[in-house]
């Protein structure tokens, strides 16, 4: 029989931080990943650290642990992590009023800075100057979203967790109490399992009987290999149609769409954005879209041209670059941007996942949950909600 402290499902950003910080408290972690190459949601992500973002007390809060945490984390994790102060762009559209679109970030924590087209190409000279008549300016952190998962499973490893590559079957459980998790190999025990495997949050629940807010979309991008080509700044669009998106499908009139699983698109939004990586590659999209089928096929020829034709409009010199197209499931929340804390239905059961924002939420939330865990106790953890 194999026992540890804490098991931690799902080898993303949130469950290989997590776990880390559980190791810090000298707990015996197991943080198990399904997949032997990391193919997740935080790979095939831009890595952007939205520290301006925060909208409350709480979250402007958590912004700035979270930045903090990244300027210093490549030295307590004794690893590159790829860490860089960058500009956020948001472009504004030639039908889009600069002025209206200023309004619409305004709530956040940090004031954006509204350009001008002239001052966007000092910036940024691969914009196309046609196609915008500004864009508000955000500051911004940036990293490798491999290497910050790497990072941190390294420095797990070396507090004396383990990481194992096998697949979930089912929670082990005792009456109310989950005691341990089945896999395709082996049972393992534990006092505490925490669920952090994004998308796929929602099934593990389902299979308990429980129906917390946490739902995915089906996010679509390219991947290029290193280019000559050099973007100075992290470019995105100035809308918010993904967010609302996402709050229309959580919404209670339509909420009954994830109580079945079916190839049907829901809804769609193209952002057409780009970031370029220290080694010179590129991520370019995203297509994201509500199918409540997490194992929907996607068309990939037409989710690639949809991709590049965006960008055409937007950087030009980008849209031909060679490059693969992934398709990849993203966690969302209702209400929050993440659903964290222990699950009242079952002893020994808690959740950490459902993340908007996570290079920015994830690192100060898994330092104070683990506090929580280990001390029972911390401001941050018992102001949010109750599971």
Not at 328 to 336: K, N, P, R, T, V
Not at 345 to 370: D, N, R
């Amino acid at each position: 029989m194999i026992n540890y402290d804490v098991i931690v499902i799902g080898g993303g950003l949130t469950g290989s931080a997590l776990s880390y910080e559980l190791s810090q408290k000298k707990l015996k972690v197991l943080l198990i990943e399904k997949d032997s190459v990391l193919n997740n949601a935080t790979i095939y992500s831009y890595g952007g650290i939205s520290y301006w973002g925060g909208t409350s007390n709480l979250t402007n809060q958590l912004c700035q642990e979270g930045i903090n945490i990244h300027r210093n984390l490549e030295e307590e994790l004794s690893a590159n992590t790829e860490f860089r102060e960058i500009d956020l762009l948001f472009t504004i559209d030639i039908d889009q009023n600069p002025q209206e679109t200023l309004e619409d970030y305004k709530h956040f924590f940090i004031q954006p800075q509204l350009l001008d087209i002239d001052e966007s190409l000092a910036l940024e000279p691969l914009l196309n100057k046609n196609n915008i008549t500004g864009c508000l300016r955000f500051p911004q952190g940036h990293v490798n979203p491999q290497k910050t998962i790497l990072a941190y499973q390294k420095a797990l490893k070396n507090n004396g967790g383990n990481v194992v590559q096998e697949t979930v079957i089912s929670l082990i459980q005792k009456e109310d109490k989950i005691i341990g998790i089945k896999t395709n190999n082996k049972n393992y025990f534990t006092n505490e399992v925490i669920i952090c495997a994004g998308a796929f949050s929602r099934q593990i629940l389902q299979d308990l009987g429980l129906n917390l807010p946490i739902y995915f979309t089906h996010a679509q991008l390219i991947k290029t290999p290193p280019s000559d080509i050099k973007l100075r700044t992290l470019v995105m669009p100035a809308t918010t149609k993904r967010f609302e998106m996402e709050k229309q499908a959580t919404s209670l009139e339509i909420e009954s769409i994830w109580q079945t699983s079916n190839n049907l698109i829901q809804n769609d939004v193209l952002e057409a954005g780009a970031i370029q990586f220290l080694d010179g590659s590129f991520c370019l999209g995203q297509i994201s879209q509500i199918i409540t089928n997490i194992d929907a096929l996607v068309p990939k020829n037409t989710s690639a041209r949809r991709i590049r034709e965006a960008i055409a409009k937007t950087l030009p010199s980008l849209a031909n670059i060679e490059g693969t197209w992934h398709n990849c499931q993203i966690a969302f929340s209702q209400g929050m941007p993440f659903q964290v804390g222990k699950i009242k239905k079952f002893e020994g059961l808690s959740i950490f996942s459902g993340f908007t924002s996570p290079f920015v939420f994830v690192p100060p939330l898994a330092k104070h949950f683990a506090h929580y865990l280990t001390e029972n106790s911390d401001p941050i953890i018992e102001s949010l909600p109750s599971l």
